[in-house]
């Protein structure tokens, strides 16, 4: 996959799962590390291609729009899904920013929880901390 490149970001093989995000800096708690970058397809689109892949890089920004990133997406596209995330979503006017949620430090993985996602229930969480939930969907009450 061919993909921009951000400031800062590298694509390397992760611990949690596949590749993911890994910073190449220090991004301080509360800064923008970068913002999510794709093409923009409806809510049903979304639903269609989450069947199709195995590796999903869409990210919803509201009730009908998501981004996919795997189509003029940038490093971003390969942040994973951890339970105690290093950094957070902020959906601006249609923008998706990654935001550290604590200093990170360079050769650190990026992580964010991922909240609900086009994932099956029963996906299995990978990301070894020590609150893990077990899934990557949060359950819905
Ligand atoms: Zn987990």
Redesign the pocket.
């Known amino acids: 996959m061919k993909f921009k490149l951000v400031e800062g970001l590298e694509v390397r093989p992760s611990g949690i799962e596949g590749k993911g995000c890994f910073a190449v800096k220090v991004f301080t708690r509360r800064h923008k590390i970068a913002e999510y970058a794709g093409e923009i397809i409806t809510d049903a689109e979304a639903v269609v291609r989450s069947r199709r892949r195995r590796h999903l890089r869409i990210c919803a920004i509201d009730s009908h729009w998501s981004l996919d990133g795997s189509i003029g997406g940038n490093a971003t596209a390969f942040i994973n899904?951890?339970?105690?995330p290093n950094a957070f979503m902020r959906i601006t006017h249609n923008h998706i920013l990654f935001i550290a949620r604590c200093d990170i430090q360079a050769e650190s993985e990026i992580t964010v929880d991922y909240g609900y996602t086009y994932h099956s229930d029963s996906k299995r969480?990978?990301?070894?901390?020590a609150?893990?939930?077990?899934?990557?969907n949060r359950p819905q009450d």
Do not use: F, L, Q, V
Not at 125 to 129: D, G, L, S, Y
């Open positions: 899904h951890s339970c105690e969480c990978h990301c070894k901390a609150t893990c939930r077990g899934t990557i």
